[in-house]
């Protein structure tokens, strides 16, 4: 393609607070479009909803960094861990992919992630049982993080009290603006997380319960279906993965509420709901925006467009799941919208392993906080949140203020 690629302006507020207006100038442009994305890296965004659901199935396009032609991409990545960090069933392909997802997957069943529900729950309520009397709470620190991690720490079998480290290490790895970030401070924090990961594994190795991690830990010393660095690393995404998305999706969820009072009303008055009302969240201001990463293996053409070998895809889900093409007045937040099939969670074998407790847990904290929050609303104007940049999107902080109550 000629023209030349658009910036996404993540120095600016007001893109990171509404990026849909530029999103759909773009979509309306053509159905891919070069673009300088988070930490300047240049992408050529799928907009359209069916192609990029065709391009999530499309073996030519690879989850591997190492299939990518700009350095910048592994230069990102620890120095010294990068072997680690690209061991992930997220950033593999079949037969490694097949191989770990097996691994993991009988944890995160629909059976066995219902079976959390009553533990969600409890969680869920002893959270909001601190801020109830107050009348006030931020509810990003006080509830849709330390909800996610509770949950996954438990599943994992690591203490839930390391969540502040775990959670400051997991930011200075993950979030991106504008310009590249310091590899400086991600060697650290990486250093750090994978000095807090062989502790809490050489700890699990002495006393196995019956958990998850004690399952990989298994697999790796007895039965040689993991190597190290794919011990370590399926360790770091089931602890990352396994909370930071669905904070998004519970704070955004409920942002989303108190922006459209009528959906909130709505949803109050009919909990049952929920499940599609998740669904909706999901779809129009999901937790990854704007979208999935993939790399060419050969030329590939997509719309017409032919996208070279090496070239970074980002499947633009938060620009797709707005086609208009797709979905009836997509611009619009309709928690009983049907026809809902998001590309929030991907599609194709790497189908967000964990979209059941995430749906879950979804359902769990909002549903709990509209009956137990009488009089929901910001305590500051919806021009005054702030939302995180780059990759993964949600509410920095929430504050709000609800008439305060009684424990129960």
């Known amino acids: 393609m000629s023209q030349q690629p658009v910036l996404l302006p993540y120095a600016d507020p ?5 990026p849909f207006p530029l999103y759909r100038r773009l979509r309306e442009e053509g159905p891919v479009r070069r673009a300088i994305i988070a930490g300047g890296l240049d992408a050529w965004l799928v907009t359209r909803y069916e192609d990029g659901l065709a391009a999530l199935s499309d073996p030519r396009l690879s989850s591997d960094v190492r299939d990518a032609s700009d350095p910048r991409l592994i230069e990102q990545l620890p120095e010294f861990e990068r072997e680690s960090m690209v061991s992930t069933m997220l950033r593999s392909d079949p037969p490694d992919h097949t191989r770990l997802r097996r691994l993991v997957s009988k944890a995160f069943t629909a059976r066995r992630v219902a079976g959390l529900r009553p533990r969600i729950q409890e969680i869920t309520d002893r959270l909001l049982d601190a801020v109830v009397p107050t009348g006030r709470a931020e509810l990003v620190a006080d509830f849709a993080l330390p909800l996610p991690v509770t949950v996954i720490s438990e599943l994992l079998g690591v203490p839930v009290d390391d969540r502040y480290d775990f959670q400051r290490w997991t930011d200075a790895m993950l979030v991106r603006g504008e310009e590249m970030p310091d590899p400086v401070v991600i060697d650290e924090a990486w250093h750090q997380m994978r000095a807090y990961v062989t502790k809490h594994l050489e700890a699990k190795r002495a006393r196995p319960g019956d ?29 990352v993965a396994g909370y930071i998305t669905t904070v998004n999706l519970i704070a955004g969820g409920i942002a989303a509420l108190l922006t459209h009072p009528g959906q909130l009303t709505l949803l109050r008055d009919r909990p049952d709901l929920l499940p599609d009302a998740i669904e909706e969240f999901l779809r129009y201001d999901g937790p990854v925006s704007p979208g999935i990463a993939r790399f060419a293996r050969e030329d590939v053409e997509i719309a017409g467009v032919t996208v070279p070998r090496g070239a970074t ?13 797709r979905f009836t007045e997509p611009e619009r937040l309709d928690i009983t919208r049907q026809d809902n099939g998001h590309l929030a969670f991907g599609h194709g ?19 709990t906080v509209l009956r137990r929050l009488p009089d929901l609303a910001l305590a500051v104007p919806p021009t005054q949140l702030t939302w995180r940049p780059g990759g993964l999107r949600g509410p920095a902080r ?11």
């Open 14 to 18: 007001a893109f990171v607070a509404d």
């Open 211 to 239: 958990d998850l991690l004690s399952a990989l830990i298994n697999a790796h010393d007895h039965e040689q279906r993991l190597n190290h660095d794919e011990l370590i690393a399926m360790t770091f995404l089931l602890l």
């Open 313 to 325: 895809v980002l499947i633009a889900s938060a620009i797709a799941d707005r086609d208009p093409a």
């Open 349 to 367: 074998i790497h189908y967000c392993l964990g979209a059941p407790l995430a749906r879950l847990e979804g359902q769990v904290a909002i549903g």
């Open 398 to 408: 929430l504050p709000v203020t609800f008439t305060p109550g009684g424990l129960g």
